[in-house]
């Protein structure tokens, strides 16, 4: 097959180590119609049609989602972009692309495991070594922030659950810093409570679901404030087995917490960077950049204030009210599927988007088993770029090997989707 010039120089060139290069494929090809999806792709064609030549972005923007603490694989990522070459594990440096482009992380970074702490070392040297770097907020992200938050915050029913509300997911992590900052200082230990005052501080009260309904009534209601106390109490009856099963007692849970807290909020913690460079929305041309998606309520604060005044409200919020933001409307951004129990994306909500020069969203967090997928919602372009990188769920959904996958968006005009899940380089040029 002879390529067309938009697809000539669309594979990108791989720098790293020849398992990655031999996984990655080697060749490009037009983005199949199979992976328009919704049943859309005149649709799909129809909305990126409308991206005029001043819509795409300046530089070129390089997507990175869901790598759930799968440093290999988010290392593997880079070598996909063509952004980086990979010299060893700790060398990362920019090539050609990688100094013209800018990175855009998409959100959950953390969670999964099994390599938290080693992911964000990868992320910090990216960083250092003079990439253009945005830090995109996902839903794993910002539970595990609430978490840390709550062993701070004053009491109160609106926010003492954050921490057993974190669930099982978030204890791989607690895992991690207890065996490297505590398992070998025996010492640590013995300022850390015994197990029934442990549960007493890490713990929902008692009277909480009586106390959280009169206080969450306004922002949450009805079956959605029950659906919630339910969840919390099913969370808190499994999450000592939960630790229990990542090897940890309830009391090296608590000092593994206290610690993460002095590494990820305290002032000058070795991973305080990590929250204090994250971002709620990116915008680049007419491409809006986010964890999940966005819906009516965001399209009309995106008619009132610039995505960086957004982005400044995001951290105040999350900072000083931690309830009004997690179950407020702005994280509806960082959670939504589009689903009836989401805030609604209509087709009035689309129109003030493009009013203000928003014609595509890029994001993650809904997990492709071959490679991106292309969608249209009400004449919004979805680009999604969660092509299932940790190992945890690509044991579960039937997958082999490290996952790799980046999606460009180029100034020239092309979206590129690449994937060791699918046999070629995507490319779509409307």
């Known amino acids: 097959m002879t390529l067309s010039p938009p697809m000539s120089d669309a594979v990108p060139r791989y720098r790293g180590p020849t398992r990655y ?6 060749h490009a090809a037009q983005w199949p119609e199979t992976h328009q999806h919704l049943r859309a792709g005149d649709k799909v064609s129809r909305a990126a049609r409308k991206l005029g030549s001043k819509d795409w972005p300046r530089r070129d923007v390089i997507f990175i989602s869901d790598a759930h603490a799968d440093a290999e694989a988010f290392i593997a990522s880079l070598v996909a972009s063509g952004g980086v070459r990979l010299t060893s594990r700790d060398n990362l440096v920019l090539t050609a692309r990688g100094k013209r482009s800018v990175f855009v992380i998409g959100g959950d970074c953390l969670d999964k495991g099994p390599s938290n702490l080693e ?30 938050m709550r062993l701070s915050h004053d009491d109160s029913a609106r926010t003492d659950h954050l921490f057993v509300r974190m669930g099982a997911k ?33 713990y929902p009260g008692p009277d909480w679901a009586e106390q959280f309904r009169k206080s969450a009534g306004h922002v949450l209601k009805g079956e959605a404030l029950e659906k919630e106390i339910t969840r919390l109490s099913a ?88 309830f009004t ?20 994306l209509s087709a009035a909500g689309v129109k003030r988007l493009h009013k203000v020069g928003i014609r595509a969203v890029m994001h993650g967090h809904v997990n492709h088993q071959a490679g ?20 945890n769920s690509r044991r579960k959904e039937g997958l082999d090997g490290v996952g790799m996958g980046a999606t460009l968006i180029e100034a020239c005009g092309r979206i590129v989707g690449i ?5 070629e380089v995507k490319v779509y040029a409307p």
């Open 21 to 26: 290069l031999k996984a990655l494929p080697s």
């Open 119 to 148: 992911l964000l070392e990868a992320l910090r040297t990216l960083m250092r070594s003079g990439a253009r770097l945005k830090l995109l907020a996902g839903n794993h992200d910002m539970r595990l922030m609430l978490a840390l």
């Open 170 to 202: 978030g204890l791989a992590l607690l895992k991690e810093v207890f065996d490297h900052y505590l398992a070998d200082r025996p010492r640590a230990m013995k300022s850390i409570p015994s197990r029934s005052e442990c549960r007493r501080r890490l």
């Open 235 to 322: 969370k808190a009856d499994g999450f000592e087995h939960a630790c229990e099963k990542h090897g940890l007692s309830l009391r090296q849970t608590y000092a593994a917490a206290l610690k993460a807290h002095e590494l990820f909020l305290k002032p000058g913690g070795r991973f305080a960077w990590f929250f204090d460079e994250m971002r709620l929305a990116y915008r680049s041309g007419a491409f809006l950049h986010v964890h999940a998606g966005v819906d009516d309520a965001f399209a009309r604060r995106l008619g009132r204030q610039k995505v960086s005044q957004v982005n400044q409200e995001f951290r105040r919020i999350l900072r000083e009210d931690p």
């Open 325 to 344: 933001f997690y179950y407020g409307e702005l994280a509806n951004v960082l959670r939504t599927k589009y689903r009836k129990s989401d805030m609604v």
């Open 372 to 391: 991106q997928q292309l969608g249209w919602r009400h004449g919004l372009l979805h680009i999604e770029g969660d092509v299932t990188l940790d190992r």
């Open 419 to 423: 994937s060791n899940d699918h046999p």
